[in-house]
């Protein structure tokens, strides 16, 4: 592979990446499904995950409650081998409380490890790993305000 297709590799998965970080903090749930291999697996720190039903399902579950987000992505690696491309990046989320939970926030520091498939030329996530490194705040930003 040449310098130059692995630079448009390279391009083309962090366009992805960062369609999927905002689509999580726009609420976009069609977004990230069309991100998603049909196929496609994903752990969260809480177990596998199989197809884009449950993985969106289990992102909304937590987002659909709490108010404002930002998922910030960076230092990005891809590795190309044909029609396959592992990706590392690190990923800085903040998740702030909504209603009577205003006051609360919740923040991750980790790495997203992911699989990318080459389908109809474009990449499409087909595995997330997410490795959460530290925790700041609390996970009662996600209990549903009374």
Partial sequence: MSELEAMLTRYAIERELIKFARGMDARDWAGLAAILTEDATADYGQGDLHGPDAIVGVIRSYLEVCGPTQHLLGNLLVEQDGDTALSHCYVCDTHLGLGANADLNFRTLGDYHDTWKLIGGRWRLADRRK????????????????
């Fill in 131 to 146: 490795d959460n490194k530290g925790f700041v705040g609390t996970m009662d930003v996600f209990a549903k305000p009374a």
